[in-house]
T-cell receptor
Framework: QKEVEQNSGPLSVPEGAIASLNCTYSDRGSQSFFWYRQYSGKSPELIMFIYSNGDKEDGRFTAQLNKASQYVSLLIRDSQPSDSATYLCAVDTGNQFYFGTGTSLTVIP | GAGVSQSPSNKVTEKGKDVELRCDPISGHTALYWYRQRLGQGLEFLIYFQGNSAPDKSGLPSDRFSAERTGESVSTLTIQRTQQEDSAVYLC???????????FGDGTRLSIL
């Protein structure tokens, strides 16, 4: 079992819709959770991080964390074509930092 | 600049040669990470530094790979006797401390002929 699992996609949503990206992790003791966006040929850039159960909102982005179920999700509201990228979930277990393989998102104009 | 700086941005070398990749983290960031990303693949953790120490070397794929960090600043990743499977983008990231978000450099694209 991988430390961090993501659906590789591709996920396609129409412009203006909500995109929902999900991630599960295996280490129940994990404390810190991150979402990165990576455009093709570019390095990852941080979108959001979350440490506590519940929701954290930043503009059009909402991160949701459920430690009991060991999943973290990212919602993108009012999706734009510029949101088309690969979204990487990352988890810090306290011992090591793990990235998922990413979910490819395409927002269709 | 204010971000993580990596050099060279591109490196092409012949199989069997040694290469050295450099990373300048954001000033004041104590944690520094190296990752490898093959084409179309996810990030593969290589090594992590806290200050100048590397408590976790478990990700280094073979003894041909080594890394060091000096002055709690610059880090170098060295690959000896390069093989074609070493071709990838090598990404460096730094963070204020271990639990803080990581900020990535633009990477070094390594091509082994």
């Amino acid at each position: 079992q991988k430390e961090v699992e993501q659906n590789s996609g591709p996920l396609s949503v129409p412009e203006g819709a909500i995109a929902s990206l999900n991630c599960t992790y295996s280490d129940r003791g994990s404390q810190s959770f991150f979402w990165y966006r990576q455009y093709s040929g570019k390095s990852p850039e941080l979108i959001m991080f979350i440490y506590s159960n519940g929701d954290k909102e930043d503009g059009r982005f909402t991160a949701q964390l459920n430690k009991a179920s060991q999943y973290v999700s990212l919602l993108i509201r009012d999706s734009q074509p510029s949101d088309s990228a690969t979204y990487l979930c990352a988890v810090d277990t306290g011992n090591q930092f793990y990235f998922g393989t990413g979910t490819s998102l395409t927002v269709i104009p | 600049g204010a971000g993580v700086s990596q050099s060279p941005s591109n490196k092409v070398t012949e199989k069997g040669k040694d290469v050295e990749l450099r990373c300048d983290p954001i000033s004041g960031h104590t944690a520094l990470y190296w990752y490898r990303q093959r084409l179309g693949q996810g990030l593969e953790f290589l090594i992590y530094f806290q200050g100048n120490s590397a408590p976790d070397k478990s990700g280094l794929p073979s003894d041909r790979f080594s890394a060091e960090r000096t002055g709690e600043s610059v880090s170098t990743l060295t690959i000896q006797r390069t093989q074609q499977e070493d071709s990838a983008v090598y990404l460096c990231a730094s963070s204020r401390d271990k639990i803080q978000p990581q900020h990535f450099g633009d990477g070094t694209r390594l091509s082994i002929l």
